[in-house]
């Protein structure tokens, strides 16, 4: 992993939407720290920050530092990526969520899916199954309650990815995962 200039990159971003190149322009995997050097000098605003978001990594700080700027997040991993390298079963196999659509007659993956919807939160999800597709959409007819919104701030969080393979303790320009994510969640 080489070194990024975050200030130039961005302002060559912005050149590109003065110039109509792109509608809008957007950052993915950005903390708060990460996104203020943008901020501090930016004349357009990233739009949205995409990044990994579910119940078992709720990324809370980042994402009140993003609504007090007006960037919205987009959640990609939202069942928790249960798939190697990366993931974990922490959002399938939670007995939280289990608890919560056994007693609304759903499912894990919908309670999953309308956490992150009640957020705020835009959430990419990936299905090639037509009825899985279906049931997604049903997140829509109906809210969580108060009481269910609670049990999930209680669920331990853990990043899916941890990205290791971008940290170098003696050579790199993330020294830590502390470095790389900049740990805001």
Not at 28 to 33: D, E, K, L, P, T
Not at 37 to 61: F, G, R, Y
Not at 135 to 144: A, C, G, V
Not at 167 to 180: Q, R, T, V
Request: hydrophobic share 40%; proline share 5%.
């Amino acid at each position: 992993m080489l070194p990024f200039d975050i200030k130039g990159t961005w302002v060559a971003m912005e050149e590109c939407s003065r110039l109509g190149l792109a509608k809008s322009i957007c950052v993915s995997n950005f903390g708060s720290r990460k996104l203020s050097q943008i901020l501090d000098s930016c004349t357009v605003p990233p739009a949205v920050n995409q990044v990994e978001m579910n119940v078992a990594w709720q990324q809370t700080k980042l994402r009140e530092f993003c609504k007090g700027k007006g960037i919205h997040i987009r959640a990609w991993s939202p069942l928790g990526g249960n798939s190697a390298p990366w993931g974990s079963l922490a959002v399938m196999q939670s007995p939280v969520l289990k608890e919560i659509a056994d007693a609304r007659g759903s499912t894990v993956p919908q309670v999953a899916l309308k956490w992150v919807d009640e957020q705020g939160a835009v959430v990419i999800v990936k299905s090639f199954n037509k009825e899985r597709k279906k049931e997604n959409l049903k997140i829509f007819e109906w809210k969580m309650t108060e009481y269910e919104l609670e049990k999930i701030k209680g669920i331990p969080q853990r990043r899916g990815y941890p990205g290791e393979w971008f940290i170098d303790a003696d050579n790199g320009p993330c020294k830590s995962a502390e470095e790389l994510f900049d740990e805001d969640s």
